[in-house]
């Protein structure tokens, strides 16, 4: 479901901003936008979020989603870092 791609994409910034500080901090989502391009069924969906800026107090991501080796989402988000 839609709902489940987008924590998904969520979840996988907060890593990436993790392992690019090297532990986690303390992090809210500032904008995510997700844009759905095919539907997922009974299929393992395969999420890559890399970091397009990261600085003192705000980071930013793309994320795409994949399944089959196809596009199935891709989003933007920005995340204010708070500790």
Do not use: W
């Not at 907060?14 to 901090?25: C, D, L, N, R, T």
């Not at 069924?41 to 890399?50: E, F, K, P, T």
């Amino acid at each position: 479901s839609g709902q489940a791609l987008m924590a998904a994409a969520d979840t996988a910034v907060v890593i990436a901003v993790s392992a690019a500080k090297g532990a986690f901090v303390p992090m809210t989502t500032v904008q995510l936008s997700t844009s759905f391009q095919r539907p997922v069924v009974g299929q393992d969906v395969l999420v890559h979020a890399r970091l397009t800026k990261l600085g003192r107090t705000l980071a930013f991501a793309e994320i795409d989603m994949t399944a089959d080796a196809k596009v199935v989402a891709h989003a933007t988000a920005v995340y204010a870092i708070i500790g």
